[in-house]
Nanobody, 123 residues
């Protein structure tokens, strides 16, 4: 089992930056692919980014390509999402998730989820 806790959300003006972090505990972290999803009020949860267990491969949704970077530190058991040039449409609750298979874009492929952290981008 894996437990996940997100942090780093907050209020930022458009064009600003935030770094989200997800701290994991439980079984060997490197065994899991990790993903970030987000959900805005009234909208479905959507895929943002994912990274393989080794960190060798990454995947991003087109809406954030060039603005966000997913990374992981398996020794520290953390996964991060660096977000730059933020836009109001990035406003959402951001969730990290762990999977035993490389989905990577479908939420139902992930086995464990964090509680989420709020990101609000003002115009």
């Amino acid at each position: 089992q894996v437990q996940l806790v997100e942090s780093g959300g907050g209020l930022v003006q458009a064009g600003g930056s935030l770094r989200l972090s997800c701290a994991a505990s439980g079984r060997t972290f490197s065994n899991y692919a990790m993903g970030w999803f987000r959900q805005a009020p009234g909208k479905e949860r959507e895929f943002v980014a994912a990274i393989t267990g080794s960190g060798r491969f990454t995947e991003y949704t087109e809406a954030v390509k060039g603005r966000v970077t997913i990374s992981r530190d398996n020794a520290k058991m953390t996964v991060n999402l660096q977000m730059n040039s933020l836009k109001p449409e990035d406003t959402a609750v951001y969730y990290c998730a762990a999977a035993t298979r490389w989905g990577p874009r479908l939420a139902h492929d992930y086995d464990y989820w964090g509680q989420g952290t709020q990101v609000t981008v003002s115009s």
